[in-house]
């Protein structure tokens, strides 16, 4: 019996030059992946949308009330809320259209409604977010079949 020499290993993808090349994205500007500092402020800012929402709905608007757990998780639970809405009607968060973001599906067109409620669970979780490709795609966009671009 004849032995191969030839390995059945799949040869190893090149890295990537810029994150999205992989993707088909362009190295910059519109429909580029986004960087952090981009991704960071939207988040910012969608948090403190959260929170506010929050204080108007209980009312309060006292530093030590809004501390407190129960609070707190009013304010997640809204960030949530407001990504899962959002994508599907404008593309993005408040956040990410103040910041020149929008979520798109790989494939193009409309995220749909399923990517979004995927997406942001996941998110939500935080874990997945802080796990990134070579694309700057976090485990919540590939799962959602997803990518944050600068528009």
């Given at each position: ?36 500092g981009r991704r960071f402020v939207a988040l910012v800012i969608d948090w403190i949308v959260a ?35 959002s994508v599907p009607i404008a593309g993005g968060t408040l956040g990410h259209r103040l910041c020149s973001l929008a979520v ?48």
């Amino acid at each position: 019996m004849a032995t191969s020499s030839r390995s059945s290993k799949a040869p190893e993808p090149r890295p990537s030059r810029f994150p999205g090349e992989r993707l088909g994205r362009p190295q910059s500007g519109s429909g580029s992946v986004a960087r952090f500092g981009r991704r960071f402020v939207a988040l910012v800012i969608d948090w403190i949308v959260a929170s506010l929402i929050a204080n108007a709905i209980t009312g309060s608007w006292n530093a030590a009330d809004n501390a407190q757990p129960a609070h707190q998780l009013l304010v997640y639970g809204l960030w949530i809320a407001i990504m899962i809405v959002s994508v599907p009607i404008a593309g993005g968060t408040l956040g990410h259209r103040l910041c020149s973001l929008a979520v798109a599906p790989l494939n193009g067109g409309w995220p749909g409604l399923w990517r979004p409620v995927v997406r942001a669970l996941l998110l939500g979780l935080l874990i997945p977010a802080l796990v990134w490709d070579s694309d700057s795609r976090g485990f919540h966009d590939k799962v959602a079949g997803t990518v944050l671009v600068r528009t």
